[in-house]
């Protein structure tokens, strides 16, 4: 099987437009069948305007169709604590950390490639 239940997964709404917002969701696997997943954790919403990444408070329950090709989808160290993940964003670099034992860099572009651009 694909994923296990107590997998934990950063479930990240692909951008299909230029001024969609990014949508995250983190959380443990319940169950996994046929492509499907039911994941229980929070959600994440990126404010257009100041860029600000928000944790919603209520824990949420959610059905995601991993073939669907909207997701992308990141599987997490199954150690790490779910209520002590967030998402940061600052200087153009969105980042998941999880406390000081967990780093992810989930930036859109190269950090090295903006700065020869920009």
Known sequence: ???HSGDLLLVVHRRLFERDSSRFFVGNVETYEDGIVRVTGYT???DPVGGTVSRKNDIRTKLFSLSSGTLIVYLLPRELKLDSVQLASEDATLTLTCGDEYRMDLSE???SAYMRIG
């Open 109 to 111: 572009w190269a950090h």
């Open 1 to 3: 099987m694909l994923l």
């Open 44 to 46: 994440f919403v990126r």
